[in-house]
């Protein structure tokens, strides 16, 4: 392997095939930037195919709802995010929202439709109105499918399964990025004007994850090591609804359309929770509510509860959740037109990430961060339902057009330190490929997920956070020394998982030490010993970087505007 590495120029390098990768891909080739994306899988492979639900704009589609409005929708979404949300960001993206929509509509979007033709909404958890756009139960798949439909016309190029290795920086700038192409095994250079990291969440972090396999904290880990800083990563949210046993998502919609949750006592227990709310609370309430079910002997054996859904009708199940009848036939034999659903919660979403502007831009100049691997600081604490989708798009594009008026401007960099790069690079391929050491990648692995869903879950407390932190610090030096087994080149995936299991446990440290640092309980972070919200202390974002190899914790403000701080009550 010691030919010159293969080199690909490009004004704007991709890295992911998502939402936001795709959105942003649009935006770019049609203002005729030189656009590729790079990605770890087939786009249309992408975790956000799996996004179910809908996404959120004030349209008022809804009858008797007409009054809704982006500057309601922005309240919920800062309630929402217990008050840590940037409230300019979530202004951007409120008011942005309907004419992302109606944009993707135009596209082609087959939304599903009010008996007037418009885009039908139904209610998500912590909103005020019914403003949650939905295609049946399958709203990313159909959006990212007409985005890719949209991309086959236009001049962008594809890199599928490579998976990048480093970002490119010289005299403190990013110009381009590094790969191993799986198929052949060899590691490739894309000298580029700008880099946009797209790369989803970090949600294989967690033994019990919603998450594809393939969201592994690439994107975060990667911005860390080149000097870039991450925000709130101990904000991990978990969804209060995974069928139980496969941890497969099961929608918000369906408490949306009239679902409810039920302990083993044949309870509604939510009202002790959310009075008002009841089931469509925000995740934070309804996954802690269950939680404590289990642990106080109210859910089922085997830690679940039910979600119900036999009063809805065969009818209503068919038409706006086929998808998840379909899941519960095929992965718990279940057909929930007749019988209730088994569900726990499970690690749904990272709030926390690459710390950006409402421009994507990062402290790195020429390095762009979008979606859920950022954090422009719309959900805070917490995310509503239905926000997810939207972030992709309206931040996706903002991120490109900041770009396009960006590398408009700039020459193309040298390739020389690209080249470079996927040459030390190759190099350490072909060193991970010969080490002999005992340590299995699935062995280390397994004990990393199960070590944060333990001491970093939904309840937290600071001595098994000590505890959690010492067995990632262990980790880190068992994987040093792993190896991978299979030392061939080609579709070497006990390669790629050892990469991601390097970029994991990163992640993963920022994630426990900001979480050990924040003595209180706001969202989705909830300590045991420390059960209140203290704003005096920590109404402040966190902020993780590297120096000298280690993690530092540091504090940045929070931007206040319409909506002061006040006590959540649903």
Same mark, same amino acid.
């Given at each position: 392997?010691?030919?010159?590495?293969?080199?690909?120029?490009?004004?704007?390098?991709?890295?992911?095939?998502?939402?936001?990768?795709?959105?942003?891909?649009?935006?770019?080739? #049609?203002?005729?930037?030189?656009?590729?994306?790079?990605? !770890?899988?087939?786009?249309?492979?992408?975790?956000?195919?799996?996004?179910?639900?809908?996404?959120?704009?004030?349209?008022?589609?809804?009858?008797?709802?007409?009054?809704?409005?982006?500057?309601?929708?922005?309240?919920?979404?800062?309630?929402?995010?217990?008050?840590?949300?940037?409230q300019?960001?979530?202004?951007?993206?409120?008011?942005?929202?309907?004419?992302?929509?109606?944009?993707?509509?135009?596209?082609?979007v087959?939304?599903?439709?009010?008996?007037?033709?418009?885009?039908?909404?139904r209610?998500?958890?912590?909103?005020?109105?019914?403003?949650?756009?939905?295609?049946?139960?399958?709203?990313?798949?159909?959006?990212?499918?007409?985005?890719?439909?949209?991309?086959?016309?236009?001049?962008?190029?594809?890199?599928?399964?490579?998976?990048?290795?480093?970002?490119?920086?010289?005299g403190?700038?990013c110009?381009?990025?590094?790969a =191993?192409?799986?198929?052949?095994?060899?590691?490739?250079?894309?000298?580029?004007?700008a880099?946009l990291?797209?790369?989803?969440?970090?949600?294989?972090?967690?033994?019990?994850s919603?998450?594809?396999?393939?969201?592994?904290?690439?994107?975060?880990?990667?911005?860390? #090591?080149?000097?870039?800083?991450?925000?709130?990563?101990?904000?991990?949210q978990?969804?209060?609804?995974?069928?139980?046993?496969?941890?497969?998502?099961?929608?918000?919609?369906?408490?949306?359309?009239?679902?409810?949750?039920?302990?083993r006592?044949?309870?509604?227990?939510?009202?002790?929770?959310?009075?008002?709310?009841?089931?469509?609370?925000?995740?934070?309430?309804?996954?802690?509510?269950?939680?404590?079910?289990?642990?106080?002997?109210?859910?089922?054996?085997?830690?679940?509860?039910?979600?119900?859904?036999?009063?809805?009708?065969?009818? !209503?199940?068919?038409? #706006?959740?086929?998808?998840i009848?379909?899941?519960?036939?095929?992965?718990?034999?279940?057909?929930?037109?007749?019988?209730?659903?088994?569900?726990?919660?499970?690690?749904?979403?990272s709030?926390?990430?690459?710390?950006?502007?409402?421009?994507?831009?990062?402290?790195?100049?020429?390095?762009?961060?979008?979606g859920?691997?950022?954090?422009?600081?719309?959900?805070?604490?917490? #995310?509503?339902?239905?926000?997810?989708?939207?972030?992709?798009?309206?931040?996706?594009?903002r991120a490109?057009?900041?770009?396009?008026d960006?590398?408009?401007?700039r020459?193309?960099?040298?390739?020389?330190p690209?080249?470079?790069?996927?040459?030390?690079?190759?190099?350490?391929?072909?060193?991970?490929l010969?080490?002999?050491?005992?340590?299995?990648?699935?062995?280390?692995?397994?004990?990393?997920?199960?070590?944060?869903?333990?001491?970093?879950?939904?309840?937290?407390?600071?001595? !098994?956070?000590?505890?959690?932190l010492?067995?990632?610090?262990?980790?880190?030096?068992?994987?040093?020394?792993?190896?991978?087994?299979?030392?061939?080149?080609?579709?070497?995936?006990?390669?790629?998982?050892?990469?991601? =299991?390097?970029?994991?446990? =990163?992640?993963?440290?920022?994630?426990?030490?900001?979480?050990?640092?924040?003595?209180e309980?706001?969202?989705?972070?909830?300590?045991?010993?420390?059960? !209140?919200?203290?704003?005096?202390?920590y109404?402040?974002?966190?902020?993780?970087?590297?120096?000298?190899g280690k993690?530092?914790?540091?504090?940045?403000?929070?931007?206040?505007?319409?909506?002061?701080?006040?006590?959540?009550?649903?």
């Amino acid at each position: 392997m010691g030919a010159r590495a293969e080199v690909h120029a490009h004004d704007l390098v991709i890295v992911g095939g998502g939402l936001t990768g795709l959105r942003a891909a649009l935006q770019a080739c #049609r203002a005729g930037v030189a656009t590729a994306v790079v990605s !770890k899988v087939h786009p249309l492979r992408s975790h956000s195919v799996a996004a179910q639900g809908g996404i959120n704009a004030a349209l008022g589609n809804a009858p008797g709802y007409e009054e809704d409005t982006p500057e309601a929708h922005a309240f919920d979404t800062v309630k929402g995010s217990d008050y840590l949300a940037d409230q300019d960001a979530v202004a951007v993206m409120c008011r942005e929202a309907p004419a992302a929509v109606i944009e993707l509509e135009h596209m082609g979007v087959v939304f599903s439709r009010t008996e007037e033709g418009t885009i039908a909404q139904r209610p998500f958890g912590g909103a005020g109105f019914p403003r949650t756009c939905y295609a049946a139960d399958r709203t990313g798949h159909t959006i990212l499918h007409t985005l890719y439909e949209q991309l086959m016309a236009a001049d962008v190029a594809f890199y599928e399964e490579f998976f990048v290795t480093s970002l490119v920086t010289d005299g403190g700038r990013c110009t381009g990025c590094t790969a =191993l192409s799986v198929p052949p095994g060899e590691v490739h250079a894309f000298p580029a004007k700008a880099v946009l990291l797209a790369t989803g969440g970090f949600g294989r972090l967690y033994s019990r994850s919603t998450n594809a396999l393939i969201n592994t904290g690439d994107g975060a880990a990667l911005a860390l #090591r080149a000097g870039a800083m991450l925000k709130d990563m101990e904000f991990v949210q978990f969804h209060p609804t995974s069928l139980a046993g496969t941890n497969i998502l099961i929608t918000e919609g369906a408490r949306g359309e009239g679902g409810i949750l039920l302990n083993r006592e044949g309870e509604r227990f939510m009202a002790r929770y959310a009075p008002h709310s009841l089931d469509l609370a925000p995740r934070d309430v309804v996954a802690r509510a269950i939680e404590t079910e289990v642990a106080e002997g109210r859910g089922f054996p085997g830690g679940y509860v039910h979600l119900d859904l036999t009063a809805l009708g065969a009818g !209503k199940i068919m038409a #706006r959740l086929p998808g998840i009848r379909q899941i519960a036939l095929d992965f718990a034999g279940i057909d929930p037109v007749a019988e209730p659903l088994p569900v726990q919660p499970a690690q749904h979403y990272s709030m926390g990430g690459i710390a950006v502007d409402d421009g994507g831009r990062t402290g790195v100049p020429g390095l762009y961060a979008a979606g859920e691997c950022a954090c422009v600081s719309v959900h805070g604490a917490n #995310r509503l339902g239905g926000n997810s989708l939207l972030e992709t798009v309206v931040f996706g594009r903002r991120a490109a057009d900041g770009i396009i008026d960006a590398v408009n401007a700039r020459a193309r960099p040298d390739p020389g330190p690209a080249v470079e790069a996927a040459a030390a690079d190759e190099r350490r391929v072909a060193a991970l490929l010969g080490r002999e050491g005992e340590e299995k990648v699935p062995a280390l692995l397994r004990d990393l997920k199960e070590t944060m869903y333990r001491s970093f879950g939904i309840f937290r407390e600071e001595q !098994k956070m000590q505890d959690g932190l010492s067995t990632l610090t262990a980790l880190r030096k068992h994987a040093a020394g792993a190896s991978v087994g299979d030392r061939g080149r080609r579709f070497n995936q006990a390669l790629v998982n050892l990469l991601e =299991l390097e970029d994991l446990l =990163l992640v993963g440290e920022t994630v426990a030490r900001g979480a050990l640092m924040r003595r209180e309980s706001r969202g989705s972070h909830t300590r045991t010993d420390f059960p !209140k919200r203290d704003d005096e202390r920590y109404l402040r974002h966190t902020m993780a970087g590297l120096a000298d190899g280690k993690v530092v914790i540091s504090y940045a403000p929070v931007t206040i505007g319409t909506f002061e701080p006040q006590e959540r009550v649903y």
